[in-house]
């Protein structure tokens, strides 16, 4: 079985704050992808990592895909009220087509 | 340009009653996935279509099933349903192949009480 261990589960931190959301896994992962979900809404797509060691910015968060592409970190800098959501991982693995496997989840919430 | 549509957004079932969900994708894209998602287990895959073919199924009882049409749209049905399957039913779709964006619908929340 295929797992992505994702954590922290839940995270509660004050606005300015810096923060970082782990996803590991035994598995190699052909990409993986970072997504936010708000209440009563499906996942939206914040960005994918394909390559080994590959770093992307979107504004202040930093995704990282690990050497060996089976772990991946996404780091907010400076959070505000605004990040807060529910942020998961989830990897597409080889031969299984469009299938995701996505981590547990972390419930960001950003005080003001 | 429309996003994924799912209906219906909640609904209420009777344990032992059977249940269809429906998805109708965005105009062009081809693949439709379902996902199971709760709490407890987070988001689970139930399966993969992709031009009227199951391409791929999770691990998910037989009372869990789906087809998609000509159309693109497609459907998920439970049957017999139990306590547990209460969960946000999320449907997916891409454009083509597994290695475009997958859009999500808003989900249905079914409730089985």
């Known amino acids: 079985t295929q797992l992505l261990e994702q954590s922290p589960q839940f995270l509660s931190i004050q606005e300015g704050e810096n923060l970082t959301v782990y996803c590991n896994s035994s598995?190699?992962?052909?990409?993986l992808q970072w997504y936010r979900q708000e209440p009563g809404e499906g996942p939206v797509l914040l960005v994918t990592v394909v390559t080994g060691g590959e770093v992307k910015k979107l504004k202040r968060l930093t995704f990282q895909f690990g050497d060996a592409r089976k772990d991946s970190s996404l780091h907010i800098t400076a959070a505000q009220p605004g990040d807060t959501g529910l942020y998961l991982c989830a990897g597409l693995t080889y031969n299984q087509g469009g299938k995701l496997i996505f981590g547990q989840g972390t419930e960001l919430s950003v005080k003001p | 340009k429309a996003g994924v549509t799912q209906t219906p957004r909640y609904l209420i079932k009777t344990r032992g009653q059977q249940v269809t969900l429906s998805c109708s994708p965005i105009?062009?894209?081809?693949?439709v996935s379902w996902y199971q998602q709760t709490p407890g287990q987070g988001l689970q895959f139930l399966f993969e279509y992709f031009s009227e073919t199951q391409r791929n199924k999770g691990n998910f009882p037989g009372r869990f099933s789906g087809r998609q049409f000509s159309n693109s749209r497609s459907e998920m049905n439970v049957s017999t349903l139990e306590l547990g399957d209460s969960a946000l039913y999320l449907c997916?779709?891409?454009?083509?192949?597994?290695?475009?964006?997958?859009?999500f619908g808003q989900g249905t929340r079914l409730t089985v009480v």
């Open positions: 598995s190699v992962f052909s990409s």
């Open positions: 105009s062009g894209h081809r693949s």
């Open positions: 997916a779709s891409r454009i083509q192949g597994p290695n475009t964006e997958a859009f």
